[in-house]
């Protein structure tokens, strides 16, 4: 039986879209099929549709305006690295740090599981856009969904609607992308990116890394393909500009792994020792970069939102996107007080003594267990933060005058440092780690290797994904400087030596510097570490010899480090570049072994 479908007249005349759609409705036998093109009028019909079949809850629309709650599935709360898939004919084009299947076979298990899984349900057609319109890299895709709480999810992370039917026009050149909640069994759960037929396919889960596939399936692992082949970078880095008092704006990308503060870091607020300074915010998690005719390297931030965790989130961390909160958002996860607001970990207030829980359970202050998941997130449009910058809507994107990486490490990586040039700077990326955390798989301390935070996320062999980054600095004449900070220097007593959040701007402020010619530094073995009178520390509540702690070197430990690096390194085989190769080498003669 032929699926209804309930708005005809929102059809995309586009006849690739029509058959592809129809394609996947024979497969899944959804009952309805809902074009949508992101009206008002539109949103407010999902949301009483979320209401009614309860993917949504109403929150205290008087506290909270346009606010509402997402309770998943216990079982679907987080990204599920292990069974993502990059799915190319070649094994050995999706490399060492992916999980590899043959596209012929992923084909055939997904479809068995999409066969009939939408009876009784709707799909929505999606049609979305990332990127700026007119920008010369911004990508269309289409995404199919039975879930009415992604669709909703979507027109917030994405410029959906009719700006992406105008931009593909009766081109056939858009990301074919399917998903199914089926029965969310772990079982039946697959992600997969078929990067050469520009195809993503995920089943059997709701949660937003897996299911709003605009986000890292597109704009990074299937857009790190194409930034390959078509000759740009596809980067999980959030965008921010710094202007100073003067008002000169410079603008950085920065990138780090999670339970780092990248988003914190893009909405930063100024301390009050550094008036006149002002940030603005292009983008918090996903940059893509080209090289522009001026041979300088731009980003522009392809998605529309923000889809952040929310425990630890308070207005001490991160004022900016507390504010952007306070209406038309959805949470997901989080507790739900008596009054219909909402409270979690690490908010800076009081929790309350009676509310329910992220599993829809009474929870109480004294539980043992937490009352918002470690994982909880939030979902609001960028347009709603107070540092929204409006260069996220410049189709050229805006010019990159840093690149930052950074991790969290207790003793080895001082405060900041500088690369001493590109083919440097790529090594420091490579080379970036991070210790887990409790909210991270794995052991708690443990070191992770995650390059350029894009571990999970290159969608080819991360020999490959080096030399790309390599062969793009050859081609930039201005290539921006590279730098790697550390928010993260601990005591003998484990306690944290730089202040951060606010403070952080101090160290920006001697990057923009460093890039301007006008900041003294240090070159040590790793690189150029600020010298001591050259950071901003006016206001700031540390002594010298804290100051000089954080900026530190110690060389035993980074010669335990360096033999990490080369027990990582030597995992891609003979794709590794020699480049990186000479930079350690280099490394470990300049550390005297």
């Given at each position: 039986m032929e699926p209804e479908i309930i708005n005809k007249e929102k059809m995309p005349s586009n006849e690739h879209v029509i058959k592809w759609v129809n394609e996947m409705a024979a497969m899944c036998k959804p009952d309805k099929i809902q074009y949508l093109d992101a009206s008002e009028e539109e949103e407010k019909e999902l949301i009483e549709e979320a209401l009614r079949v309860g993917d949504l809850i109403k929150l205290n629309q008087e506290k909270m305006p346009g606010c509402y709650l997402h309770r998943s599935a216990q079982n679907d709360v987080a990204r599920t690295e292990k069974l993502t898939f990059v799915c190319t004919q070649k094994e050995e084009d999706a490399g060492p740090t992916n999980n590899w299947m043959a596209p012929a076979d992923a084909y055939k298990k997904l479809a068995e599981i999409y066969d009939g899984s939408m009876k009784g349900r709707t799909m929505y057609v999606v049609p979305f856009l990332m990127g700026p319109k007119g920008s010369m890299f911004c990508k269309v895709g289409f995404e199919l969904t039975d879930s009415v709480y992604v669709a909703l999810n979507m027109r917030k992370m994405t410029r959906m609607g009719k700006i992406a039917l105008e931009e593909l026009g009766d081109s056939d050149d858009f990301t074919k992308c399917l998903h199914g909640k089926a029965d969310l069994n772990m079982e039946r759960r697959f992600i997969c990116h078929?990067?050469?037929?520009?195809?993503?396919?995920?089943?059997?889960?709701?949660?937003?890394?897996n299911a709003l596939l605009g986000k890292k399936c597109l704009a990074l692992r299937m857009a790190s393909f194409l930034g390959k082949k078509e000759g740009w970078l596809a980067e999980h880095?959030?965008?921010?500009?710094?202007e100073s008092p003067k008002g000169d704006i410079h603008y950085v990308a920065a990138a780090f792994p999670s339970a780092c503060g990248k988003t914190n870091l893009a909405m930063l607020i100024p301390p009050e020792s550094m008036p006149g300074w002002k940030i603005w915010t292009v983008g918090d998690d996903i940059a893509w970069m080209h090289i522009n005719e001026d041979g300088k390297l731009y980003a522009v931030n392809p998605e529309a939102g923000f889809f952040g965790v929310v425990p630890g989130t308070s207005m001490k961390t991160n004022p900016s996107v507390m504010k952007a909160m306070e209406k038309n958002t959805i949470f997901t996860n989080v507790?739900?007080?008596?009054?219909?607001?909402?409270?979690?970990?690490?908010?800076?207030?009081?929790?309350?003594?009676?509310?329910?829980?992220?599993?829809g359970e009474l929870w109480t202050s004294d539980s043992e267990e937490k009352g918002a998941h470690p994982n909880s997130r939030f979902t609001v449009s960028i347009k709603n933060t107070p540092t929204y910058s409006k260069e996220w809507e410049n189709p050229n994107g805006v010019p990159i005058s840093a690149i930052v990486f950074g991790g969290r490490r207790a003793k080895v990586a001082p405060l900041v440092y500088q690369s001493f040039d590109w083919q440097h700077g790529t090594f420091v990326g490579a080379t970036a780690a991070s210790e887990q955390t409790a909210a991270a798989e794995g052991q708690?301390?443990?070191i992770r290797h995650d390059p350029m935070a894009m571990l999970p996320f290159a969608g080819y062999h991360m020999g490959d994904y080096f030399?790309?980054?390599l062969e793009m600095g050859k081609k930039t004449k201005h290539a921006p400087k590279i730098f790697h900070v550390n928010w993260f220097r601990t005591d003998d007593d484990g306690n944290f030596i730089w202040p951060g959040f606010g403070e952080n701007l101090r160290v920006l402020k001697w990057i923009i510097e460093r890039v301007k010619d006008e900041a003294e530094a240090v070159k040590t073995p790793i690189g150029y570490v600020p010298h001591?009178?050259?950071?901003?520390?006016?206001?700031?509540?540390?002594?010298?010899?804290?100051?000089e702690s954080v900026l530190s070197i110690d060389k035993e430990a980074w010669n335990e480090e360096v033999k990490k690096q080369e027990?990582?390194?030597?995992?891609?085989?003979?794709?590794?570049?020699?480049?990186?190769?000479d930079e350690h080498k280099k490394l470990k003669e300049r550390l005297g072994k």
């Amino acid at each position: 039986m032929e699926p209804e479908i309930i708005n005809k007249e929102k059809m995309p005349s586009n006849e690739h879209v029509i058959k592809w759609v129809n394609e996947m409705a024979a497969m899944c036998k959804p009952d309805k099929i809902q074009y949508l093109d992101a009206s008002e009028e539109e949103e407010k019909e999902l949301i009483e549709e979320a209401l009614r079949v309860g993917d949504l809850i109403k929150l205290n629309q008087e506290k909270m305006p346009g606010c509402y709650l997402h309770r998943s599935a216990q079982n679907d709360v987080a990204r599920t690295e292990k069974l993502t898939f990059v799915c190319t004919q070649k094994e050995e084009d999706a490399g060492p740090t992916n999980n590899w299947m043959a596209p012929a076979d992923a084909y055939k298990k997904l479809a068995e599981i999409y066969d009939g899984s939408m009876k009784g349900r709707t799909m929505y057609v999606v049609p979305f856009l990332m990127g700026p319109k007119g920008s010369m890299f911004c990508k269309v895709g289409f995404e199919l969904t039975d879930s009415v709480y992604v669709a909703l999810n979507m027109r917030k992370m994405t410029r959906m609607g009719k700006i992406a039917l105008e931009e593909l026009g009766d081109s056939d050149d858009f990301t074919k992308c399917l998903h199914g909640k089926a029965d969310l069994n772990m079982e039946r759960r697959f992600i997969c990116h078929f990067p050469e037929d520009n195809t993503i396919w995920s089943v059997g889960s709701g949660y937003g890394g897996n299911a709003l596939l605009g986000k890292k399936c597109l704009a990074l692992r299937m857009a790190s393909f194409l930034g390959k082949k078509e000759g740009w970078l596809a980067e999980h880095m959030l965008i921010m500009g710094l202007e100073s008092p003067k008002g000169d704006i410079h603008y950085v990308a920065a990138a780090f792994p999670s339970a780092c503060g990248k988003t914190n870091l893009a909405m930063l607020i100024p301390p009050e020792s550094m008036p006149g300074w002002k940030i603005w915010t292009v983008g918090d998690d996903i940059a893509w970069m080209h090289i522009n005719e001026d041979g300088k390297l731009y980003a522009v931030n392809p998605e529309a939102g923000f889809f952040g965790v929310v425990p630890g989130t308070s207005m001490k961390t991160n004022p900016s996107v507390m504010k952007a909160m306070e209406k038309n958002t959805i949470f997901t996860n989080v507790v739900m007080k008596d009054d219909g607001t909402v409270w979690w970990e690490g908010m800076g207030e009081e929790a309350p003594k009676k509310a329910t829980n992220w599993k829809g359970e009474l929870w109480t202050s004294d539980s043992e267990e937490k009352g918002a998941h470690p994982n909880s997130r939030f979902t609001v449009s960028i347009k709603n933060t107070p540092t929204y910058s409006k260069e996220w809507e410049n189709p050229n994107g805006v010019p990159i005058s840093a690149i930052v990486f950074g991790g969290r490490r207790a003793k080895v990586a001082p405060l900041v440092y500088q690369s001493f040039d590109w083919q440097h700077g790529t090594f420091v990326g490579a080379t970036a780690a991070s210790e887990q955390t409790a909210a991270a798989e794995g052991q708690v301390g443990a070191i992770r290797h995650d390059p350029m935070a894009m571990l999970p996320f290159a969608g080819y062999h991360m020999g490959d994904y080096f030399k790309h980054w390599l062969e793009m600095g050859k081609k930039t004449k201005h290539a921006p400087k590279i730098f790697h900070v550390n928010w993260f220097r601990t005591d003998d007593d484990g306690n944290f030596i730089w202040p951060g959040f606010g403070e952080n701007l101090r160290v920006l402020k001697w990057i923009i510097e460093r890039v301007k010619d006008e900041a003294e530094a240090v070159k040590t073995p790793i690189g150029y570490v600020p010298h001591q009178k050259s950071l901003h520390t006016e206001g700031l509540n540390m002594s010298e010899d804290d100051i000089e702690s954080v900026l530190s070197i110690d060389k035993e430990a980074w010669n335990e480090e360096v033999k990490k690096q080369e027990e990582f390194f030597n995992k891609f085989g003979d794709k590794f570049p020699q480049e990186l190769w000479d930079e350690h080498k280099k490394l470990k003669e300049r550390l005297g072994k």
